[in-house]
């Protein structure tokens, strides 16, 4: 059942990623970069869960942090103007 | 045995996820979809997982994670629909609004 959960999000990753590369608009693309962070935190957890290696919920969690982070400060910067201010 | 039942939940909500970022035309409908659902496929995995190793450390280490995701993707989507709505993209796509407008002329 997690093999399969991990196949299933690694062809939803792939999908998403078409959407990332060819959107017309900056907005679909953060859109995209937030899925995909999201699932990618659910792969280390999955693979961890496989391997029956704990050390990867703190990779996940780092993880986590770091595309919270990076979905912000990107729109913080589009919302004032962006590179045209 | 609810492990397995947790997982294929979220097997559905992936597909449905999927499914509505390309059926969708505009970005707010998108934003809602993909939030919300990826939101329950969240839930679901990390239910899973739970009921998988019973009541550990590391179970509440998952629920941590769980927490934190629950906290900032509602975050998230706010930011990008406040950031889009901004910048000038309208709230109704242009062809729905002409749709509507002939369907109301014609009654």
Known sequence: ???????????AIGIISIKFIFSPTIW????????????????????GFQRDNFFF??????????????????TRFLMEGGRQK | MISNFFL????????????????????????????????VAFFSIILALVFRIGLQWESLKLLAILLFFLITSPLNSQFIGRSALINGIPLKDPETVSKDDQELKES
Do not use: C, H, Q
């Not at chain 1, 996940?60 to 400060?73: H, K």
């Not at chain 2, 979220?10 to 990826?38: E, T």
């Open chain 1, 28 to 47: 679909e693309r953060i859109l995209a970069l937030n899925l995909i962070s999201g699932k990618t935190v659910l792969l280390l957890l999955l693979i």
């Open chain 1, 1 to 11: 059942m997690i093999e399969f959960t991990i196949l299933l999000l690694l062809m």
């Open chain 1, 57 to 74: 919920l703190d990779i996940a969690l780092t993880f986590s942090i770091v595309g919270f982070l990076a979905v912000t400060l990107i």
């Open chain 2, 8 to 39: 294929m939940i979220s097997w559905i909500f992936l597909l449905f996820g999927v499914i509505g970022l390309f059926r969708f035309k505009s970005i707010y409908l998108k934003i809602l979809v993909a939030s919300k659902i990826d939101t």
